[in-house]
């Protein structure tokens, strides 16, 4: 059984500090998905990341692959209230018939205070 | 374009009662996944359809859970009869393709308390 293991469960900074989230496993993974959740929303997808050592940027928050596969991270720089929210990783199951059937971590509680 | 949409957003019961989600996804995509969260774990895989074929249902926790997709439109996930242990969020997701790329867009979910 694949498992993606995150950390921290739950981050609480000020505005304008930095953070990253891990997301790691035993596992190989094809690619790893990085999602953000609201309240009372679904899971929204951020980024997929495919090739290891893969650095993707999306504004402020910088997503990376290991180079074997087995781990991610979510950095953001200079956190907004705006970014509060929680953080799921995602990767597809190798039992899986297709990319759709994803083993998600915990997540990460992240709370930005202006 | 419209994105996923589950009825209801809310569902209290008791147990023993049936209940019956619904998922309409968004227009044109054949892949509609079931997925769900109970409190304190993470968001776990029930199952996939492709049109109205169930391509994969290894999540499904039990035969108390019966999902369809009719037409290959939208789907309903019924648990009958329903256990306190089957509370949680049930989301649903779909995408066109299933490759690589295949980009997964979820509902809001359906919260399920089992009392």
Known sequence: TQLLEQSPQFLSIQEGENLTVYCNSSSVFSSLQWYRQEPGEG?????????GGEVKKLKRLT??????????????????PGDT???LCAGPNAGGTSYGKLTFGQGTILTVHP | EAGVTQFPSHSVIEKGQTVTLRCDP?????????YRR??????????????ESKQDESG?????????????TYSTLKVQPAELEDSGVYFCAS?????????????????????
Do not use: C
Request: aromatic letters at 12%.
């Open chain 1, 63 to 80: 997503f990376q692959f290991g180079d074997a596969r087995k781990d991610s991270s979510l950095h953001i720089t200079a956190a907004q």
């Open chain 2, 60 to 72: 499904m926790p039990n035969n108390r859970f019966l999902a369809e997709r009719t037409g290959g």
């Open chain 2, 26 to 34: 968004i227009s044109g995509h054949d892949n509609l996944y079931w």
């Open chain 1, 43 to 51: 899971p929204v997808l951020l980024v997929t990341v495919v090739t």
């Open chain 1, 85 to 87: 929210g929680l953080y």
């Open chain 2, 38 to 51: 109970v409190m304190g774990k993470e968001i776990k895989f029930l199952l996939h359809f492709v049109k």
């Open chain 2, 95 to 115: 995408s066109q393709g299933v490759g690589f790329t295949a980009k997964l867009f979820f509902g809001s979910g359906t919260q399920l308390s089992v009392l």
